[in-house]
């Protein structure tokens, strides 16, 4: 029988060597609630100065494993002393909160970017968007060829600018019932066109004016 | 082989004799041959639970030397397969006995040809509840969840712990180590591991040894009075601490609930499992009897397995 002193910080928790945070913070609430000094349990076992070191053991053990970094560092010392078999240490997946708002990861859009850049260097695109960009108007359909041509799907570009797919999908088609307010819009072509490496400036103009022009016959 | 209960516990006012009559009638329903004895010399009062006023024979008989077999001593408790010996017609100088009529007592008590044998200790860490403690196949302490009670059953481990301790180092030769031990610390204010810890340095195989005997022992106990508000977890931290540290094992074997009840059996003198033995109190003594039996029967299943 190991006596506790000997206990390493996984049998004194009293837990398996790949219990998740979880099972970590549930062992450690029940040993203090064996330890601490109004426990019914163990009252008048120890010595103040006894329970004071067991406590401290417990507490030792605890901040030890609930940090990843300190319990991997941990885990390979028990390893290399063989007083573990590797086997056991395996953790599973260990499922991680659900943040609130999904957070917005600016890594992929330098990704994103240096991808297009690519494409335009490779692929000499830039005789479909000449072509397009010399036209006095610019409608839904040429955005989407040149982006097409470019190989990125809405998704991507809903990605990195946030722009709402059911937005560009009205933009590309000159839904123009479903299009936002100008001034939105304005905004949004000028994502699309820069993400894109287009001339903003020319597109939001020819855009708006294919627009305006088909709104103007519609009446 | 006969199966030798002692059933103790620091603390007075538990329910250790409580216990031990009703156990006693658990294992003489299951059929088997039972005889309680009451060793709380100076303090009997196992024979009232039973309802027994005037026994033929007791204790004292067998220590004057009226009588030549304890087994002459028992007496028949009106329940098939239970006996009794008493001892409150001792002397009243009796709780301090001589240590050879404790020996006298220890080893006749080892011979009594019954299945199952329960010691009703007293209260208190004197020398005799020790050694009768000790003299059993199985210790069992009794407690109820409050902070005295439990204060004093850990002092009782302890203090049975440390008896055991001095009868193992007694036995072999550890003398020039304990002189020496006694010289460096004092007799006052030994605690169990420093000594265990110094025979462990100063000659491992000893320390071993030691260990070794320790772990034979199997003591278990019994939550008595257990009530509603009463954390249900509290037997088993119990079990898991004094495994954790002490050397030996440790077995929870239940709780018993709290029965107002409980005082009406002992006021009419008939034994509360029969009064009352639909109550959830009684079915929790009964399946404490048969976690008892049931352990054994795996033993006696082993010993008839091997060739």
Same mark, same amino acid.
């Given at each position: 029988m190991k006596r506790f002193e000997e206990f390493n910080f996984y049998e004194i928790l009293e837990i398996p060597c790949n219990a998740s945070t979880f099972q970590i913070r549930e062992a450690y609430r029940e040993a203090l609630s064996i330890y601490s000094e109004d426990s019914l349990a163990t009252y008048s076992l120890f010595t103040a100065e006894e329970r004071h070191k067991i406590l401290s053991r417990v507490e030792k053990a605890f901040n030890t494993l609930i940090d990843k970094k300190a319990r991997d560092e941990y885990d390979k010392g028990l390893l290399s002393s063989g007083l573990i078999p590797e086997d056991q240490l395996e953790r599973k997946d260990q499922k991680k909160p659900i943040p609130l708002f999904p957070r917005h990861d600016h890594t992929n859009d330098k990704a994103f970017l240096s991808k297009i850049r690519k494409r335009i260097e490779e692929e000499g695109e830039r005789d479909l968007s000449g072509q397009i960009m010399a036209k006095e108007f610019i409608s839904g359909n040429d955005l989407k060829r040149i982006r097409e041509s470019l190989e990125v799907s809405l998704f991507d570009i809903y990605e990195v600018s946030r722009v709402s797919i059911s937005t560009l999908e009205a933009i590309e088609g000159d839904q123009t019932e479903n299009l936002p307010p100008d001034i939105y819009l304005v905004n949004f072509l000028k994502i699309y066109a820069e993400l894109l490496q287009l001339d903003s400036k020319r597109i939001v103009d020819g855009y708006l004016k294919n627009i305006h022009s088909k709104n103007e016959t519609q009446r | 082989m006969a199966m030798i209960y002692s059933i103790g516990g620091g603390k007075g006012g538990v329910g250790k004799s409580f216990i031990t009559g009703n156990l006693g009638v658990v294992f003489a329903k299951q059929g088997k041959k039972v005889i309680l004895i009451d060793l709380d010399l100076g303090g009997s009062n196992l024979h009232t639970f039973l309802g027994i006023q005037n026994p033929e024979a007791s204790?004292?008989?067998?220590?004057?030397?009226? #009588?030549?077999?304890? &087994?002459?001593?028992?007496?028949?408790?009106?329940?098939?397969? $239970?006996?009794? #010996?008493? &001892?409150?017609?001792? &002397?009243?100088? =009796?709780?301090?006995?001589?240590?050879?009529?404790?020996?006298?007592?220890?080893?006749?008590?080892?011979? %009594?040809?019954?299945?199952?044998? $329960? %010691?009703?200790?007293?209260?208190?860490?004197?020398?005799?509840?020790?050694?009768?403690?000790?003299?059993?196949?199985?210790? =069992?302490?009794?407690?109820?969840?409050?902070?005295? &009670?439990?204060?004093?059953? $850990?002092?009782? #481990?302890?203090?049975?712990?440390?008896?055991?301790l001095k009868q193992i180092l007694k036995e072999r030769p550890f003398h020039p180590m304990l002189k020496e031990f006694s010289e460096k610390f004092g007799d006052s204010t030994i605690s169990l591991s420093s000594i265990l810890e110094f025979v462990a340095e100063h000659d491992q195989d000893k320390g071993q040894l030691l260990f070794a005997k320790l772990k034979e022992y199997t003591f278990r106990f019994i939550l008595n009075e257990f009530r509603k508000h009463t954390n249900p977890k509290l037997g088993e931290n119990i079990e898991k601490v004094c495994n954790r540290h002490f050397y030996s094992r440790f077995q929870y074997l239940g709780s018993v609930s709290y029965d107002e009840r409980v005082h009406d059996s002992v006021f009419s003198r008939k034994i509360y499992v029969n009064k009352y033995p639909y109550t959830p109190t009684a079915t929790e003594i009964q399946q404490i009897g048969r976690k008892m039996t049931e352990d054994h029967l795996g033993i006696d299943i082993i010993w008839q397995q091997l060739p």
């Open positions: - | 204790l004292h008989d067998f220590l004057t030397k009226k #009588i030549g077999n304890l &087994s002459q001593a028992a007496t028949p408790t009106g329940i098939p397969g $239970l006996s009794i #010996i008493c &001892s409150m017609n001792c &002397s009243l100088e =009796i709780a301090n006995l001589f240590h050879a009529q404790k020996q006298k007592i220890i080893k006749a008590i080892q011979k %009594l040809p019954y299945d199952y044998i $329960l %010691l009703d200790l007293g209260a208190g860490t004197n020398f005799n509840t020790l050694d009768f403690f000790l003299t059993s196949n199985e210790g =069992i302490f009794i407690f109820t969840p409050e902070p005295t &009670s439990i204060e004093t059953t $850990l002092r009782f #481990i302890k203090a049975v712990f440390y008896r055991r």
